[in-house]
């Protein structure tokens, strides 16, 4: 029983170094009996998880932007659009259990908008309309232009003293911050708005013996993540290169004679890299069981 405890030991051994690049990552190959009496089958095998950073930047026109060169002298956007970019990824290892609960699915988030808008709209109450007379939109273009004059004639004149002498300090910071907001209300009805959103893909890839490159996805600029077999956008690839380092540290390899031998393999420090078409995203060094190699190393000695 003791040499069977020893062996179960060797199956988590590590052999500790300086990096990730210099430990030593190694399990038992075949049918052995752990710690705690229970018969474990063991196959070491890598689970890689790509997470990809995902920015999302849209576009949203404004109501009045046709009339942002006539009133405001600026130009404001006509055309709505949405740009995905792939800003940058993480590599990781997983175990099976984290691999199960990655391919999980979480709700629906609900959103509550109010009447007053959200980021990605524009206020259903619109902060020109003061009145209830009916106006053309070129007339609440002008009322609004004219709104956004007269914030800042009035923050010239707090900031000159020309307002009054009653608000200073704190008040006059929090009366500058309210006309800020308010210019900046009117300004997106004819500027439109820029929303950037950042969210996190996560791609789980089971390694296949001696394969070097796998297709994680497609990324295209106006759809985001896509499959791999799609045809749009450009490809997402995760790239190995194999060290050729899989060492056994301090245990010496056994004699192929030796019965009492135990199988075991010896994961390689693999390095890594993530690539948007041609353009490397992220690197990390990785221990692999796929690339490294396997050995037979006799069964550490029974303590007495």
Aim: charged content about 20%.
């Amino acid at each position: 029983m003791k040499r069977v405890l020893s062996i179960a030991a060797l199956a988590l051994a590590l052999h500790t170094g300086a990096s990730a690049q210099n430990t030593i990552y190694k399990a038992v190959v075949g049918t052995y009996t752990d710690a705690s009496g229970a018969v474990v089958v063991s196959d070491p095998s890598t689970i890689v998880a790509v997470d990809l950073i995902i920015e999302k930047e849209q576009t949203i026109v404004g109501p009045y932007a046709r009339y942002a060169q006539k009133y405001l002298d600026v130009r404001g956007s006509l055309v709505e659009k949405t740009i995905y970019t792939v800003k940058d990824a993480r590599l990781s290892v997983l175990d099976d259990d984290e691999a199960f609960r990655s391919g999980e699915t979480t709700p629906y988030a609900i959103a509550t908008v109010s009447y007053m808008g959200s980021e990605t709209e524009f206020p259903k109450v619109l902060p020109d309309r003061l009145t209830a007379t009916a106006q053309s939109a070129e007339d609440a273009a002008a009322a609004a232009a004219q709104a956004i004059f007269s914030i800042r004639k009035h923050r010239m004149e707090l900031i000159t003293g020309e307002a009054g002498e009653n608000v200073f300090g704190g008040g006059l910071k929090d009366a500058l911050e309210a006309l800020d907001a308010k210019e900046q209300e009117y300004l997106e009805l004819f500027l439109g708005k820029k929303v950037v959103t950042t969210s996190t893909e996560r791609i789980i890839i089971p390694m296949v013996a001696e394969q070097q490159n796998y297709h994680v996805a497609r990324v295209s600029i106006s759809a985001g993540i896509l499959p791999p077999a799609s045809t749009d956008g450009e490809a997402v690839t995760l790239i190995l290169t194999p060290s050729g380092s899989a060492k056994l540290g301090s245990l010496p390899e056994a004699d192929l004679r030796d019965k009492t031998a135990v199988r075991v393999r010896i994961a390689d420090n693999t390095n890594c890299v993530v690539a948007v078409g041609d353009k490397p995203v992220a690197s990390a060094v990785l221990p692999i069981f796929e690339l490294g190699r396997t050995v037979s190393v006799a069964a550490p000695a029974a303590k007495k």
